[in-house]
């Protein structure tokens, strides 16, 4: 047994503590959120109508990756796939592979996860085809077997074996037009799910989360006012209402910081005597190459509020 608060770095009662079968390789700067985490605990536990969790959020708040350090934590087998369009129920099985000369069929994914106990986490759920997702119907439901189309095989459902996905829209499509290829999804599919949304960051958990990433901004103001940037961005972003097309997600603000540190973006001379900024020029690999001019400028003048880029 282990303290909740040693395990995710929060703050939790004394006496509170879960079983951990052992330890696995995790990333000591992840910032969990309380109340995600507390779900998250829900889940796992198996409680009815907690077995199969859907977790809907913008890009890059980090949903995959919740669900990957809280298994690391809990010492759980995690495996994720990426399904799109063109993806087949048969495809989250395994595939034939060529060993020693001849073909076999490899169980991997879903079926090992159904089998041996652990995490299998589809991501962007809700741009496979509904038909193809419906057919995951035969094993959501907590009774439910799992037949292998591939070998025919029945598969029993292990008791630890837990089922998520990861989306923008949770299954209703995508109005805003900053999501193409989010579909919507059977209501019938999605009710057998506990769904729950990542809320973003606090200013103040962003702001850790960026130093953690990135040991080198400590004690410098560039912490502050890169997160603060970013924040403003992502308020006008069209996924949230506003008309930019591109935002500065997490994930982008720490490739930004990890840039912008890099002796490779240090200041130059780029001719005629003219300096290279390293805010703009890393700010630009990061995320705004690429993107619409006008949209770029918009950026670039929302950035210029919290830092000096001139």
Same mark, same amino acid.
């Given at each position: 047994?282990?303290?909740?608060?040693?395990?995710?770095?929060?703050?939790?009662?004394?006496?509170?503590?879960?079983? =951990?079968?052992?330890?696995?390789?995790?990333?000591?700067?992840? @910032?969990?959120?309380?109340?995600?985490?507390?779900?998250?605990?829900?889940?796992?536990?198996? +409680?009815?109508?907690?077995?199969?969790?859907?977790? @809907?959020?913008?890009?890059?708040?980090?949903?995959?990756?919740?669900?990957?350090?809280?298994?690391?934590?809990?010492?759980?087998?995690?495996?994720? =796939?990426?399904?799109?369009?063109?993806?087949?129920? +048969?495809?989250?099985?395994?595939?034939?592979?060529?060993?020693?000369?001849?073909?076999?069929?490899?169980?991997?994914?879903?079926?090992?996860?159904?089998?041996?106990?652990? =995490?299998?986490?589809?991501?962007?759920?809700?741009?496979?085809?509904?038909?193809?997702? *419906?057919?995951? %119907?035969?094993?959501?439901?907590?009774?439910?077997?799992?037949?292998?189309?591939?070998?025919?095989?029945?598969?029993? $459902?292990?008791? #630890?074996?837990?089922?998520?996905?990861?989306?923008?829209?949770?299954?209703?499509?995508?109005?805003?037009?900053?999501?193409? &290829?989010?579909?919507?999804?059977?209501?019938?599919?999605?009710?057998?799910?506990?769904?729950?949304?990542?809320? #973003? *960051?606090?200013?103040?958990?962003?702001?850790?989360?960026?130093?953690?990433?990135?040991?080198?901004?400590?004690?410098?103001?560039? %912490?502050?006012? *890169? =997160?603060?940037?970013?924040?403003?961005? $992502?308020?006008?972003? @069209?996924?949230?209402?506003?008309?930019?097309?591109?935002?500065?997600?997490? $994930?982008?603000? %720490?490739?930004?910081?990890?840039?912008?540190?890099?002796?490779?973006?240090?200041?130059?001379?780029?001719?005629? &005597?003219?300096?290279?900024?390293?805010?703009?020029?890393?700010?630009?690999?990061?995320?705004?190459?690429?993107?619409?001019?006008?949209?770029?400028?918009?950026?670039?003048?929302?950035?210029?509020?919290?830092?000096?880029?001139?």
């Amino acid at each position: 047994m282990i303290c909740i608060s040693a395990l995710f770095g929060i703050d939790a009662p004394e006496g509170a503590a879960v079983f =951990v079968d052992e330890s696995r390789e995790i990333n000591p700067g992840y @910032v969990f959120h309380k109340r995600s985490l507390r779900k998250l605990l829900s889940w796992f536990d198996g +409680e009815p109508g907690f077995q199969n969790l859907g977790i @809907v959020g913008n890009a890059g708040v980090g949903k995959t990756t919740l669900v990957k350090e809280f298994c690391s934590r809990m010492g759980v087998e995690f495996r994720s =796939v990426s399904v799109s369009g063109d993806t087949r129920f +048969e495809s989250l099985f395994g595939r034939r592979e060529i060993r020693n000369g001849s073909t076999e069929y490899v169980e991997k994914g879903l079926a090992e996860m159904f089998r041996t106990g652990g =995490v299998f986490c589809a991501n962007e759920f809700f741009r496979m085809d509904p038909g193809e997702a *419906m057919r995951m %119907v035969e094993f959501l439901d907590s009774e439910g077997s799992l037949t292998n189309p591939e070998t025919g095989e029945v598969i029993p $459902r292990h008791p #630890e074996f837990r089922f998520c996905f990861t989306g923008n829209s949770g299954g209703f499509g995508d109005e805003s037009g900053a999501y193409a &290829g989010e579909r919507r999804g059977s209501f019938a599919l999605r009710d057998r799910f506990f769904i729950m949304e990542l809320p #973003e *960051m606090s200013e103040k958990d962003e702001q850790k989360m960026l130093i953690r990433a990135v040991p080198q901004l400590e004690n410098t103001p560039f %912490v502050e006012r *890169m =997160v603060s940037a970013a924040r403003a961005v $992502r308020a006008a972003f @069209v996924g949230r209402g506003g008309g930019l097309p591109v935002d500065i997600s997490p $994930r982008a603000l %720490v490739r930004w910081g990890n840039l912008f540190v890099s002796p490779a973006y240090q200041a130059y001379d780029t001719g005629n &005597g003219v300096m290279s900024n390293p805010v703009i020029e890393s700010l630009e690999d990061a995320c705004l190459n690429g993107v619409p001019q006008d949209a770029r400028e918009a950026v670039l003048e929302l950035v210029k509020q919290w830092i000096n880029i001139d």
